[in-house]
T-cell receptor
Framework: DAGVIQSPRHEVTEMGQEVTLRCKPI?????LFWYRQTMMRGLELLIY????????DSGMPEDRFSAKMPNASFSTLKIQPSEPRDSAVYFC?????????????FGPGTRLLVL | SQQGEEDPQALSIQEGENATMNCSYK?????LQWYRQNSGRGLVHLIL?????REKHSGRLRVTLDTSKKSSSLLITASRAADTASYFC???????????FGKGTSLLVTP
């Protein structure tokens, strides 16, 4: 299995631009999680999906952030407009969700820099 | 929201020594997990310990869990330079399906 795939791996953009991050979960995994990692705040859960349906988006910082999962093999996290404080590493993770607190499998992350 | 809190924030040891990291959390859990993150990479699951377990081993890893103190420890024995990474504890949240991560312990193992 290829594992969780994220693209792009690096993104540099200017303030005000739209940024779209992409994730392909492991096949057969029903849960997909988006995290943001910064030095100051550590690893924060932004949103997670079960069977393509958003379950908890309470971690999404602002209306500038939106996430979708149009099908079981693809999810996007969009920031519009982007701001310098959005600079972080964004991780996608997935699992089967067969039991509470199940192991999550992480992608390599997208390193975002907003100038 | 973050629940786990690792201690120390940074740890530097020499190859062959043991490394111990601690994690404290606030609310009741179903299980607790430890993950490793190498520089510039995603997190990798190391070990899971359930709330009814007190100790678990996996290779050179030993994890303990004390639910009365809401704390866990990760021991890496006979450390190697390749163990250099950040280590995170994670606990399940109220829904049971999401995880709350601490800020991690940065471990440096020098040859």
């Amino acid at each position: 299995d290829a594992g969780v795939i994220q693209s792009p791996r690096h993104e540099v953009t200017e303030m005000g631009q739209e940024v779209t991050l992409r994730c392909k979960p492991i096949s057969g995994h029903d849960y997909l999680f988006w995290y943001r990692q910064t030095m100051m705040r550590g690893l924060e859960l932004l949103i997670y999906f079960n069977n393509n349906v958003p379950i908890d988006d309470s971690g999404m910082p602002e209306d500038r952030f939106s996430a979708k999962m149009p099908n079981a093999s693809f999810s996007t996290l969009k920031i519009q407009p982007s701001e310098p404080r959005d600079s972080a590493v964004y991780f996608c993770a997935s699992n089967r969700g067969t039991a509470p607190g199940e192991t999550q499998y992480f992608g390599p992350g997208t390193r975002l820099l907003v100038l | 929201s973050q629940q786990g809190e690792e201690d120390p924030q940074a740890l530097s040891i020499q190859e062959g020594e043991n490394a111990t990291m601690n994690c404290s959390y606030k609310t009741s859990i179903n299980n607790l997990q430890w993950y490793r993150q190498n520089s510039g990479r995603g997190l990798v699951h190391l070990i899971l310990i359930r709330s009814n377990e007190r100790e678990k081993h996996s290779g050179r890893l030993r994890v303990t869990l004390d639910t009365s103190k809401k704390s866990s420890s990760l021991l890496i024995t006979a450390s190697r330079a390749a163990d250099t990474a950040s280590y995170f504890c994670a606990t399940d949240d109220d829904s049971g399906y999401a995880l709350n991560f601490g800020k991690g312990t940065s471990l440096l193992v020098t040859p």
